[in-house]
């Protein structure tokens, strides 16, 4: 194409060009070829042909009229992106006829098709956002000038809309940005008066709020928007223009300087309460759409200004605040369940919160001022939340979709979370709970509203009140009948369900009642054996088990029974009997040591008898992986829950020689199910912590185990049961023995790197994880010959490049742990000193472009101990290693290397001012220097 080279960026290509045709033919590939492949290279091929030269000269001969849509608008498309992309690239004598044809050709498309009008627009808002830093200062009052003046006013419209668009979307500098910015306003006066202009020409109305909208990004002066902002309230009755005005009212309300203006803010406030009228007939007629967009102006200022609400002692002023708290309340208080009828109440959550951190945030005396006046509200708004959380009816209920039911239940969360809060600064609301339930004694009430008064009840669990104060006796009062009258209440599981999570939410205070705490944990075990209802029942069991545990444990013969009808109830899921186990066994830890063995052997025996049977058979079957998982993990719950001293605990050995066998026999047979290794290596890892010195006749055994079941099949979690469980607590103990179970794991670990370590970025994780406890626990296992520290550390060189972000993590950990040991050791200054050059290679490799950006400051910690440890070999190596031409990247000078250099061993002792370094370096060698932006 070098016949291209003699035209001029604004002249076209001459009709007969082949290439044209290509083009055409491309286009009709990705718009009309059946063959989606086609399709797909057609567009590459085209996104391609933007980055040319040529690509000017084809654009504006594509906007030929006698074009079809499709090539016009790729025309307009490869025009912007010329502008927004390569705009480096424009010499300065073409400016004034590009801007010539560029403005002729907007003009010749202003009647359509629109969707080349629109990318001629984009493109022109870009051309002034490029030329207003220099060649055109004054270009949005010319444009506005030269485009009415050809009669383009909404053609100027549409353009000043998508300036602060393209603002936002094309990457400038810092310093460009803020050229842009003064410029833009500097002209805010002028385009504002335009907006007045255009406003009171109906056709225009809605398009000139639209640029409105648009410029809040620019700040617009807050006095000289006010007229405008007037005519907005009064025209909010026009659905045609509601939502766009809801929109400019919004994002201006917002805008932090508007704050530096109260007297005008107060004139929109007053505004804003005259919508009052509106909102209620909305809410009467069910019109969400009008009750939303309320919603979200009366956010935008009670969000803002909350400060200045709440400090104003105008008595008219005050009465404009409660009269816009009310409205608030009555968003949400929105008639219809959330998510269905309506879809926005779930926004004013938040604002109760900080409406009550305000509060409280204040001077105490005008604090509880503020309290008081506004106690009778809160008090409101948990009567509103009451009825908002209450459940449809079971029709309806089945009707909804599976994502409805959460987006509900995660909404009656917030409402929960939010009464907690309110009610610990607001503790009259209680009262307003005790009046509902008082109310629900009724027959005629509906078990939604009774479940919905437990649930609330059960949200403030945390609050309840000292009852040595009179107001905490009542509410003592109150919460005892409440849990005595679980097993009356009428019969539905959302009401079962509430009760069960409120005797768990409440089993603080049980425990001071133990009273009532026996009736409760009836109610829970006799609703065990439901499945819709085990869940709830076993997770409120165990908190009762963790807070009452000296109280119930004299009764645990009591409790054995119902866990054995649990146990044997197919229908019940293995997680809930493990659960109601592991609860069980918490309770075993107070029961008297001569005991602990029979409530052992009575809890475990059927699972014990069962792991024996399932050992036993010759190979694995698909079928008894839940029963291996459940065994498991029964005998899991007794080594976990169990706590115990060490000489107390031989009622746990005796279970571990008894499982000892049959689990060894399980690591064989179950060997390629990760799933199952995973649980018995926690077996064994409880039974560690648990035991103590009683496990060591056992250590050697299992070490062997684990090494010949992680040789056969690399598992992450033989890993990591050997650092938690072995490493920690036998390196200091059994040196040689660990010593010997690293290089093991290590030799089996670096066969599977030398095939693909980057598709096992869970082995790297837990690898580097299992070698920085070594360091940590037991430095001198690692400074040992046969640790091969050099292969560790090549291994760590090569994974700093992968792409996971929590191994990149775990392995630059390691290193900085590793080169800290550079002065103590021979080994490891040995291991350092003679990969050095690589270890810096690879390291400026993945700074540069081969790790993941959000991983780089992982690897900027390594330069502080490089650089503390041996910072002359870290200079010469870094100047080195950076000489090479494009390295890391082609994007950074040898300039950019040198400074890099210089400032990083300058910082050696600065490790925050090292990770900016870093930071910055990794952005040049990616292209986000300010000359690539440009």
């Not at 203006?261 to 909305?282: C, E, H, R, S, Y």
């Not at 600064?425 to 437990?454: G, H």
């Not at 580097?768 to 520290?789: D, G, K, M, T, W």
Request: glycine share 4%; charged share 20%.
């Amino acid at each position: 194409m070098a016949w291209a080279d003699d035209l001029q960026p604004w002249q076209q290509l001459p009709a007969n060009t082949p290439y044209l045709n290509e083009i055409k033919e491309a286009i009709d590939a990705l718009y009309k070829h059946p063959d989606k492949n086609v399709r797909s290279q057609a567009e590459t091929w085209l996104l391609q042909q933007q980055n040319l030269p040529i690509s000017w000269q084809a654009g504006w001969t594509l906007l030929q009229p006698d074009k079809s849509v499709e090539e016009q608008y790729f025309g307009a498309h490869f025009i912007h992106h010329k502008i927004s992309q390569c705009w480096n690239t424009i010499n300065i004598e073409h400016f004034q006829n590009l801007l010539q044809v560029l403005f002729q050709k907007l003009i010749d498309y202003r009647k359509g098709p629109t969707i080349v009008r629109t990318r001629l627009s984009v493109a022109v808002a870009a051309f002034i956002l490029h030329a207003m830093q220099g060649p055109w200062p004054g270009a949005i009052g010319h444009t506005i000038k030269y485009l009415k003046a050809q009669g383009g006013i909404e053609l100027a419209l549409q353009v000043l809309v998508l300036i602060p668009e393209e603002f936002t979307s094309i990457t400038f500098t810092a310093q460009s940005k803020s050229i842009i910015r003064c410029q833009a306003k500097a002209a805010v006066s002028e385009v504002l008066e335009f907006i007045s202009e255009c406003h009171t020409v109906p056709a225009y109305k809605e398009v000139s709020l639209k640029v409105f909208n648009s410029w809040v990004t620019f700040e617009l002066p807050v006095q000289e928007s006010a007229l405008l902002v007037g005519k907005m309230f009064e025209d909010l009755h026009d659905p045609v223009l509601f939502d766009v005005i809801v929109d400019c009212l919004v994002n201006f309300l917002r805008q932090p300087i508007t704050l530096s203006f109260p007297n005008t803010v107060w004139d929109i406030i007053a505004k804003v309460a005259q919508l009052q009228p509106m909102l209620g007939q909305a809410l009467q007629s069910d019109d969400m759409g009008i009750c939303q967009g309320i919603c979200q102006i009366l956010l935008a200022i009670t969000d803002t200004y909350t400060k200045l609400l709440l400090n104003t002692s105008r008595p008219d002023r005050i009465s404009l605040v409660s009269c816009l708290i009310g409205m608030v309340l009555e968003c949400t208080g929105v008639p219809g369940h959330f998510p269905i009828e309506e879809n926005f109440s779930d926004t004013t959550l938040q604002f109760w919160f900080n409406f009550g951190d305000d509060i409280i945030s204040e001077e105490a005396d005008h604090s509880k001022r503020l309290l008081s006046m506004y106690s009778c509200v809160f008090r409101k708004l948990v009567e509103v939340l009451l009825r908002k959380i209450m459940y449809p009816s079971d029709d309806a209920w089945q009707s909804w979709s599976d994502d409805q039911r959460t987006e509900f239940e995660n909404y009656r969360k917030e409402v929960g979370d939010t009464i907690l809060y309110i009610q610990s600064f607001v503790p009259d609301c209680m009262t307003v709970l005790i009046q509902e339930y008082m109310s629900c004694q009724s027959r005629n009430t509906s078990w939604q509203k009774i479940e919905a008064t437990l649930f609330m009840f059960r949200s403030v669990a945390e609050t309840v009140y000292d009852e040595s104060t009179s107001e905490g006796n009542t509410t003592g009062q109150i919460i005892s009948t409440v849990i005595e009258s679980l097993p009356s209440l009428p019969s539905h599981p959302k009401i079962s369900r509430t009760a069960l999570l409120l005797c768990g939410a409440y089993s603080e205070w049980l425990r001071n009642h133990p009273e009532r705490l026996f009736p409760a944990v009836k109610v829970l075990l006799s609703n065990v054996n439901d499945v819709a209802l085990a869940p709830s029942a076993v997770m409120a069991f165990r908190d009762l088990c963790i807070e009452c545990t000296d109280i119930m444990a004299p009764e645990i013969e009591l409790l054995l029974e119902p866990f054995f009808t649990v146990y044997q109830n197919s229908n019940i899921k293995n997680r809930e009997k493990i659960r109601l186990c592991w609860s069980l066994c918490t309770l075993c830890s107070q029961v008297p040591p001569e005991k602990l063995a029979k409530y052992l052997s009575t809890l475990l025996s059927p699972s014990c008898t069962r792991i024996k049977e399932l050992s036993s058979k010759q190979a694995a079957a698909k079928e008894d992986q839940s029963s291996v998982k459940l065994e498991l993990g029964m005998i899991n719950s007794a080594f976990h829950g169990v706590s115990v001293p060490h000489t107390a605990a031989q009622p746990l050995l005796e279970l571990l020689q008894e499982v000892w066998d049959p689990l060894k026999s399980i690591l064989v047979l179950w060997s390629t199910d990760e799933v199952i290794i995973d649980e018995l290596t926690k077996c064994y890892w409880h039974a560690i912590n648990t035991l103590g010195p009683l496990f060591d006749p056992y250590i050697e055994p299992l070490v062997d185990m684990l090494c010949q079941c992680y040789e056969k099949h690399q598992y992450a979690c033989l890993l990591e049961s050997c650092a938690q469980g072995l490493l920690n607590i036998y390196s200091s103990e059994k040196p040689d023995l660990i010593a010997g179970m690293l290089q093991r794991l290590s030799n089996t670990t670096f066969l599977l790197f030398s095939r693909a370590m980057s598709d096992h970025p869970d082995i790297v994780q837990a690898f580097f994880s299992l070698h920085l406890c070594a360091l940590r626990a037991q430095p001198q296992i690692v400074y040992r010959r046969e640790s091969n520290c050099k292969a560790v550390l090549r291994a760590a060189m090569t994974a700093i490049t992968m792409q996971e972000y929590h191994t990149v993590k775990e392995v630059s950990r390691w290193l900085v742990e590793f080169i800290g040991h550079y002065p103590s050791s021979n080994t490891v200054e040995e291991a350092i000193s003679s990969q050095f050059t690589f270890l810096i290679t690879e390291l400026l490799r993945g700074i540069g472009t081969a790790s993941p950006s959000s991983t780089v400051e992982f690897l900027g910690d390594l330069f502080n101990p490089l650089c503390r440890m041996c910072p002359d070999q870290l200079g010469e190596t870094l100047r080195a290693t950076l000489a090479t031409e494009n390295f890391p990247t082609k994007y950074i000078s040898r300039d950019s290397k040198e400074t890099f250099v210089q400032s990083v061993l300058k910082s050696s002792h600065q490790k925050r001012r090292l990770k900016v370094i870093i930071k910055e370096f990794s952005l040049e060698c990616r292209g986000y220097n300010n000359r690539s932006i440009r």
